[in-house]
Each structure stands twice: as structure tokens, then as C-alpha cells.
């Protein structure tokens, strides 16, 4: 008897996991995810991946560039290029999607791009004046 009532508990959780999906409460993202080339990409997902990595790399660099006193344009630049050089080798060659599929090179590149220039900007400049005023 006891077998049966956890045998229906655990269906009904299962259940109720698999509502909870398909209403889109839970995401069914991976990190393994993120460097299987065989895995299904649909844009919203391919989209949240590329904008938080967009992200820890504004963020990495915005640190760096604070930290090391590098001043002037240049390096707006620089970061621009590693950032879209890396969004870049991630979808065109460790995915290796189709980028037609998804709106093109433009789309794909512009994804999370201000909110990174953004981050990057306000960790340099506050990690700089912090660190050497």
C-alpha cells in the first residue's frame, strides 16, 4: 500500500515538473548545453546565451582595464572587437549554426551588446577611480 501511494506521489510530481515546463516556469537550459554543436538552438535561448556572455566578458575586461590604468578610446575599441570576436567563435564556430536561421551575423553580434558596453564602462571607470584616486 505504501509502495503505491509514493509510486502516485512521485507520478504526480513528475506531472506536475512537466506542466511546470511546458508553461515555461522552469528552462530546460544546460550549461552542457552551451558547447554541444548538436544541440537545438531556438533564437530566445540562443539569444540569453549570447547576451550573458557578452556580459562576463564586459565585465572581465571592465576589471581589467580599471585595474591596469589604461586610459583613452583605444581600448573602447579593443574591447569591442574581443567581445564581438567572441560571440563571433562561439556561435559560428564551437555551435556552428546556421546564423541565417537566427537573423543574420548582424542580429546575432548586436545581441547584448549595449548592456555590455554599459557594464564594461561602469566597471572600468569605478575600479579606476577607485583604485588610482
Not at 500500500?1 to 515546463?21: D, P, T
Not at 572581465?60 to 573602447?76: A, D, E, F, R
Request: charged share 15%; glycine share 10%.
Amino acid at each position: 500500500m505504501k509502495e503505491g501511494k509514493s509510486a502516485g506521489k512521485l507520478n504526480n510530481s513528475n506531472n506536475q515538473q512537466q506542466h511546470q515546463h511546458q508553461n515555461g516556469h522552469f528552462s530546460p537550459f544546460k550549461f552542457a548545453k552551451l558547447l554541444d554543436p548538436e544541440a537545438s538552438w531556438d533564437k530566445d535561448q540562443l539569444g540569453d546565451a549570447l547576451h550573458w556572455i557578452r556580459q562576463v566578458v564586459a565585465l572581465v575586461c571592465g576589471l581589467l582595464w580599471g585595474t591596469i590604468p589604461l586610459v583613452g578610446g583605444i581600448w573602447i575599441g579593443l574591447f569591442l572587437l574581443i567581445s564581438s570576436g567572441i560571440i563571433y567563435g562561439y556561435y559560428a564556430m564551437i555551435l556552428k549554426i546556421d546564423e541565417e536561421d537566427f537573423g543574420g551575423h548582424s542580429t546575432l553580434l548586436q545581441e547584448g551588446l549595449f548592456a555590455s558596453i554599459t557594464l564594461f564602462l561602469l566597471s572600468w571607470i569605478l575600479v579606476y577611480s577607485l583604485a588610482h584616486f
